[in-house]
């Protein structure tokens, strides 16, 4: 089992910035590809970004390349997220999880574990 638990999310003006963080415990982090992903009211779960040891590369949705970053440290056990550049449309809750290695990085069905969810609005 791991445990996700995500944090850092707010309320903020458009071209502003935010970093969530995601706190993993459990079985040994470094086991696990990580991603994230949000959802709005009335839509489905999205990927936004996505991180893959077998090319040692994070992708991310075109809807948020250049202005999001993921980033990983293995040491704390965390996995961020820093959002710059904030939209309105990117108001959702945002998860992060956790997926075996070889699953498709971009698929919800592909993660196992999952976190709680941390809300991100983003005022115009």
């Known amino acids: 089992q791991v445990q996700l638990v995500e944090s850092g999310g707010g309320s903020v003006q458009a071209g502003g910035s935010l970093r969530l963080s995601c706190a993993a415990s459990g079985r040994t982090f470094s086991q696990y590809d990580m991603g994230w992903f949000r959802q709005a009211p009335g839509k489905e779960r999205e990927f936004v970004a996505g991180?893959?040891?077998?090319?040692?590369?994070?992708y991310y949705a075109d809807s948020v390349k250049g202005r999001f970053t993921s980033s990983r440290d293995n040491a704390k056990n965390t996995v961020y997220l820093q959002m710059n550049s904030l939209k309105p449309e990117d108001t959702a809750v945002y998860y992060c999880a956790a997926r075996s290695y070889s699953r498709p990085y971009d698929r919800v069905d592909s993660y196992n574990y999952w976190g709680q969810g941390t809300q991100v609005t983003v005022s115009s």
């Open positions: 991180f893959t040891s077998s090319s040692g590369r994070t």
